[in-house]
């Protein structure tokens, strides 16, 4: 009796603490309000406390509360916030919670970038999440990622780590605008990106969004074919972390940490990540090291500002397969008999080794450009904001450069010339011979034939990006601000070695004409003998200044989003050269090319399953520094005489329709190109090298764009593209000829030219019109599935085509036809090429944390196909060269447990 009665008094005492502290479990779904995808990471909290979770890669979530009664705050970077009010003690599945996508630059994230939002901003754009890059990313470079984009081709270039390259609707990645935090990354002189530089950013990357076109990004000086939106990591990420380990083929190894504070109760935040990467490489020769860091201290300064400081970089060195080694595609098969039963697209003609068998290669980058950035958001009031970010940058590396004596070693360093394998320095095994340098220059009697230099490009650069943003009545939005930049970029090539001989003269320097450059070719410097350390062929400073100003008003009434917008910049170029030019002429004079934008659009969605839109722009932009503003940069001051604006008209207009499952968009643009620049370094007809400066080209860049996405069910996703594009050059253009000193070569008659455009000027007419625009693809498509098989289980297969591929345009030597026409013809149609991915993954409890394995497998089939080609000028496969296959079967494996 007395036991069971002790029985009841504990089971009592028990059911009476279980009443004092009830708990209740939530579950529910976090999704997309405008496509209903799932939001993974979403942050679910207890509104004015720090409980809380966040959702996984399908959107769910799982919270245990204390109350019955519970405010919960939801919110994903990108979106507005929602907060609501659940009676869990009755149902603890709240089912579906939908967020509203709005502009980036609210109070969830100090940045600058303008990303535009989906029914509103009326210019084609495409969204990519943290999820999607982490499931395909295995060996795909980062600009990969993008391939299932409309209007985009990316490739590995010539097939070494961060060599990649991008284009957007036929435009090369110079004429691409690519922001981290709406900072501008793309180089100050000649506007490309590498991306070995970036090897870190899809393991922070929040939201990464391409806008085609015109795009909606608030800089001053804007791009031609679109612009790629990167948003890191911040406020938003959750207390926690993570650790992975990934390997993959050809010795491939990724070790990756990182770890967040999430936001204290006093407003702090912290996220470190560091990361190392590693391996020999596919392409034979190409071994790679590189590292990644990444930090963000980020501060709410009470409810109205924040403050966030962020530092990123990657450090690395790889070896690599030069972009002039591509060869021909006879030239491939005959490299066979080389690969011991490998692929022969692997074969590197720069793969050797030197005396006593130590590894070299005349084919190497080594670099690292950290960024850091200060950005500070002040919610004025609650109509006016203001968002500025300071940033600098400091890049410094190298790449190899070797150098010859005389024109008789021209190309020698180089395995291959024209797309022909070069035999000179070939072993039996097809390896370079390094060690046979050696023997020619110890044989010399005039120093070293050939040697090696390292061509150092540093750069100092910093930067102020702001905007004013404020609200005129209850339907106008208008923001305005100021971009301004500054440029230092210190050019030299220093000597690293001899290969065995006794000094190197320079031939830059041997004869130069003192006529030709001021203070240059002096008793002190001809035949000098140059040992290690000493510089040759260049030694100048190139400096950018560039201050601009923009504007913005946004009219929203009911279903009818517009806007009109305006910009304007002034750049500023100049050079400084210790080489060529003695110290009172080392200085050029400046050169200022003002430049403006003004564009406009509409967005109207007719019901909620349709809408429409449509922008027109006008661009005038400065050219750039190399071979623009500067005719031959590298060794001349003298301003490029031919030097004017780009001009860039574009009208867009597109179909959006969304229904809860499905969601597709379609849209056609026409974009004209005006006044382009084009310059060639060319061999003279005395043997010297000059340059042909191509004036006045004109392009047009046409097509039709189609996305789609579908949910079907709760287990399989379908993301659909095709992108059908037509861009040829518009014109007949006429290139000028000037020296090696960038002064106008004489006509026939030797008569000194007084200009461009001058009849005393060497030319020649170049009929371009109706001729293809080379490099990229105009036919892409896509077709992925996603299979969700459990809610921890995922897998997928995507279908990649690129078709109407032409070779890129190249000016040979052989075109010259001073005073005469040459006629081109479309550059050869490289074959069509079908690819096929898998991914997987699966995730489980790993003790207190969990654990997620993925896999992906890239070119499933090994398929042979060519992602690059140079046209050799008659438009037949037989005389292309320069030619890089894609890569085969690739694989990588990863384990990551989160915490």
Excluded: C
Aim: cysteine-free; charged content about 20%; glycine content about 12%.
């Amino acid at each position: 009796m007395k036991i069971r009665s002790l029985m009841l008094l504990l089971l009592l005492l028990f059911t009476g603490s279980t009443v004092v502290f009830s708990q209740y479990k939530v579950t529910g779904k976090v999704f997309d309000a405008d496509n209903g995808d799932p939001l993974p990471g979403a942050t679910v909290v207890v509104d004015g406390t720090t409980s809380g979770t966040v959702t996984d890669m399908d959107g769910n979530f799982e919270l245990t509360v204390s109350e019955a009664h519970v405010n919960l705050k939801f919110a994903f970077i990108g979106y507005a916030d929602k907060t609501m009010r659940y009676n869990v003690a009755t149902n603890g599945n709240i089912g579906i919670v939908y967020l509203d996508p709005q502009s980036i630059n609210l109070d969830e994230i100090a940045v600058v970038a303008s990303v535009g939002v989906a029914r509103k901003t009326p210019v084609a754009m495409s969204n990519i999440t943290p999820q999607f890059i982490e499931e395909k990313i295995g060996t795909l470079e980062f600009p990969e990622i993008l391939r299932a984009t409309p209007g985009i081709y990316a490739t590995k270039g010539a097939g070494g780590f961060g060599d990649s390259k991008i284009n957007m609707r036929g435009f090369q990645s110079a004429n691409v605008a690519v922001m981290i935090n709406g900072v501008p990354m793309n180089d100050m002189e000649w506007g490309g990106v590498y991306w070995s530089n970036w090897a870190g950013l899809a393991d922070v990357t929040a939201l990464m969004q391409t806008q085609r076109g015109l795009g909606a990004s608030k800089v001053s000086a804007p791009s031609v074919g679109g612009s790629i939106n990167i948003v890191t990591k911040s406020l938003d990420a959750r207390k926690g972390g993570f650790f992975s380990y990934g390997v993959g083929n050809d010795g491939y190894n990724k070790v990756v940490g990182t770890v967040s504070t999430g936001l204290s109760d006093n407003g702090w935040a912290m996220t470190i990540l560091l990361g190392k990467t590693w391996g020999d490489g596919y392409v034979q020769g190409t071994e790679f090291e590189g590292y990644n860091y990444f930090f963000n201290l980020a501060k709410k300064i009470g409810d109205n500002q924040q403050l966030s400081l962020t530092a990123f970089g990657a450090p690395q060195w790889h070896n690599q397969r030069s972009s002039y080694d591509g060869l021909t595609i006879e030239g491939w098969q005959e490299v066979k008999n080389y690969m011991n039963g490998d692929s022969p697209y692997k074969y590197n003609p720069t793969y050797g080794y030197g005396l006593n068998g130590e590894r070299k290669t005349s084919a190497k980058n080594v670099y690292h450009k950290p960024q850091i950035s200060l950005n500070h958001l002040w919610q004025i009031n609650e109509k006016s904001s203001l968002n500025t970010a300071v940033y600098v940058s400091i890049g410094r590396g190298y790449g190899y450069s070797g150098q010859y004596a005389n024109s008789q070693y021209s190309g020698h360093w180089y395995g291959a010339n024209n797309g022909i394998l070069s035999m000179t320095y070939r072993n039996p095994d097809g390896t370079f011979a390094y060690d046979k340098i050696y023997e020619v220059n110890q044989a010399s009697e005039n120093g070293s034939m050939l040697a090696m230099s390292i061509s150092k490009n540093y750069h100092d650069w910093v930067g102020l990006l702001s905007t004013y943003t404020t609200k005129i009545g209850s339907n106008i939005d208008v923001y305005g601000g100021g971009d301004i930049r500054y440029y230092k970029g210190v050019h030299t090539n220093e000597l690293i070695d001899l290969y065995g001989g006794k000094y190197y003269i320079d031939r830059y320097r041997a004869n130069v004409d003192p006529k030709n450059y001021a203070g240059a070719g002096t008793d002190a410097f001809i035949n000098k003998k140059l040992q290690v350390g000493d510089v040759i062929y260049r030694d100048y400073d190139g400096f950018v200044f560039q201050a601009g100003g923009f504007g913005q008003a946004e009219y929203n009434l009911g279903n009818l989003s517009s806007f009109l917008a305006g910009s304007f910049s002034n750049t500023t170029y100049w050079r400084y050269d210790r080489f060529y030019y003695d110290k009172d002429h080392a200085e050029s004079d400046k050169i200022d090319f003002w430049g403006f934008t003004v564009k406009g659009g509409a967005n109207y969605n007719l019901t909620p399953v349709h809408n429409v839109f449509a922008n027109v722009g006008y661009i005038s932009r400065a050219p750039f520094f190399s071979g623009g503003a500067f005719l031959n940069s590298t060794v001349s001051n003298e301003k490029n005489i031919g030097a004017v604006n780009e001009k860039i008209f574009s009208v867009e207009f597109g179909y959006g329709f969304k229904t809860p499952w499905l969601k597709a968009d379609v849209n056609f643009y026409r974009t004209e190109w005006m006044d382009k620049l084009l310059s060639r370094s060319v061999d003279l007809n005395n043997g010297s090298r000059g340059t042909v400066n191509m004036e006045g080209i004109d392009a047009l860049h046409q097509g039709i764009e189609l996305e789609a996405y579908a949910s079907v069910g709760r287990w399989l996703d379908i993301n659909a593209m095709v992108s059908l594009g037509d861009w040829e050059w518009n014109n007949n253009a006429i290139g000028y000829f000037y020296d090696d000193g960038s002064q106008p070569l004489a006509d026939m008659e030797g008569n000194i030219a007084s200009g461009a455009g001058a009849p005393d000027h060497a030319s020649m007419r170049l009929n371009l019109k109706g001729v293809k625009v080379g490099g990229s693809a105009q036919t892409t498509a896509s077709l992925g599935l996603k299979f969700k098989l459990s809610s921890d289980l995922r897998a997928g297969i995507d279908y990649f085509y690129a078709g109407r591929n032409y070779a890129d345009w190249a000016f040979n030597s052989s075109d010259l036809l001073m005073f005469g026409v040459k006629d081109f013809v479309s550059p050869w149609e490289i074959p069509e090429s079908h690819l096929f991915d898998l991914f997987a993954s699966y995730s489980f409890p790993l003790g207190s944390t969990r654990a997620t394995l993925s896999g992906n497998v890239n070119n499933v089939f090994d398929q042979e196909y060519i992602a690059d080609a140079t046209d050799g000028g008659d438009g037949t496969w037989q005389s292309a060269n320069r030619i890089f296959y894609g890569f085969g079967r690739t694989y990588t494996v990863r384990m990551k447990i989160s915490f």
